[in-house]
């Protein structure tokens, strides 16, 4: 299980939410930086939840794992005949069934059965089942002592404080020269026309003289081109020609209802700038644990902790891709908000709060 550091805690005490390094947080070490107790509730369910999914993960882990350490093609062996249910005996006659050179030595021996091996001896080993060897891999960590003092040292972060600190990052990186693309499609000649202009005239919002800085000037068609090329996904349309008007920025409506049994509502506040958006996904994927599922294209108000994504999972590089919310705070649950983009850019609504 994968957990963004620092890590959101609501104090179970006085409710206050903050952000805390996550090692010292799952030792208890951390106080709430505002009543200032020892925070226990959290960094236990984060050692459940750890724990939970290792084991969950560890049966196909290591079916993987030899194939890939022994070079066992994955065609040989059926998936009927590996679960969660076969025995380490019965693993290891199907792994030399596949591979005749393969000792029963160098499989006893395998690192991820380190852990079990020093609780059982061989011959109990070969008995049990790969969902007992899962547990007995992952052993319960002790709790530490209920008494245990939080570290001075560690300090709190407030959600304002992380909000500043990732637009500084993020405006950062968009003054880089280069941006890291993804590997390249075919390149495609992009033709661009104007959106129907009284359709979308009004779609951004106004900018005041003030803020009109942080948004550049609209890209040329050349600009366009060189990017999408470089993204390697064919990007809507729609989305290319709102890019044209302005390059990334504040739309006038930003909300997004849900019409389920139990109405969700699902806000953005900005569009991440076109020329930016290999990089932020890039960023988002690889520092924050965002799953690879295409690009994402817009912050919500959550300072990186919610973000809508062109989802291309289903339909492929040069598909129509779906707009998903990807919800980091909650396993990077993915919520459809529409089957495409310009049907997206008709649900947004005004939010009037």
């Known amino acids: 299980m994968q957990f963004i550091d620092p890590f959101p805690v609501k104090c ?50 290591l079916i993987f794992e030899v194939m890939l350490q022994f070079d066992i093609d994955y065609d040989l062996v059926s998936d009927d005949e590996l679960n969660e249910e076969t025995t380490l005996s019965t693993f290891i006659e199907l792994m030399q069934r596949a591979d005749p050179s393969i000792s029963a030595r160098d499989l006893l021996n395998f690192d991820m059965l380190d852990t079990a091996r020093s609780t059982c001896d061989e011959e109990q080993l070969l ?5 007992e060897l899962s ?31 990732y637009k500084q990052r993020r405006k950062a990186r968009q003054t880089q020269d280069k941006l890291t693309p993804r590997p390249s499609a075919e390149e495609s000649t ?10 979308y005239s009004n779609f951004w919002q106004k900018q005041s003289e003030e803020n009109h800085a942080d948004i550049d000037k609209p890209l040329t068609d050349e600009e366009i081109q060189n990017t999408v090329n ?55 994927r690889n520092e924050w644990g965002y799953p690879d599922i295409g690009l994402y294209i817009c912050n919500c108000p959550s300072a990186g ?11 492929g590089p040069t598909g129509e891709p779906t707009v998903v919310h ?4 909650n396993d990077f649950k993915k919520t459809i908000l529409a089957t495409n983009f310009e049907l997206f ?4 609504q005004y939010d009037e709060d």
């Not at 805390?20 to 509730?41: G, I």
């Not at 902790?305 to 339909?315: F, I, K, N, Q």
């Not at 990807?326 to 705070?329: H, I, T």
């Not at 850019?345 to 947004?348: E, F, N, R, T, Y």
């Open 127 to 131: 008995t049990l089942k790969l969902e």
């Open 305 to 315: 902790h919610h973000l809508v994504a062109l989802d291309y999972t289903e339909c």
């Open 190 to 199: 992009v033709e661009v026309k104007a959106p129907n202009a009284n359709k």
């Open 230 to 284: 470089n993204l390697g996904y064919t990007l809507p349309i729609l989305y290319i020609q709102l890019m044209k008007i302005q390059n990334g920025g504040y739309p006038q409506n930003t909300l997004i209802q849900l019409n389920e049994e139990k109405p969700s509502n699902y806000s953005i506040s900005e569009f991440i700038r076109l020329d930016s958006i290999a990089a932020e996904s890039e960023y988002m």
């Open 135 to 165: 547990l007995l891999s992952h052993p319960k960590e002790p709790l530490p002592d209920n008494n245990s003092l939080a570290d001075p040292n560690v300090k709190g972060i407030e959600k304002s404080e992380l909000q500043t600190m």
């Open 326 to 329: 990807v919800d980091q705070e």
């Open 12 to 61: 179970e005490f006085c409710q206050h939410l903050a952000y805390y390094p996550l090692t010292p947080l799952k030792a208890e070490k951390a106080a709430c930086t505002a009543c200032k107790k020892v925070l226990r509730q959290t960094p236990r369910d984060l050692r459940r939840s750890s724990r939970k999914h290792g084991i969950e993960i560890w049966p196909t882990a």
């Open 345 to 348: 850019i008709s649900k947004l």
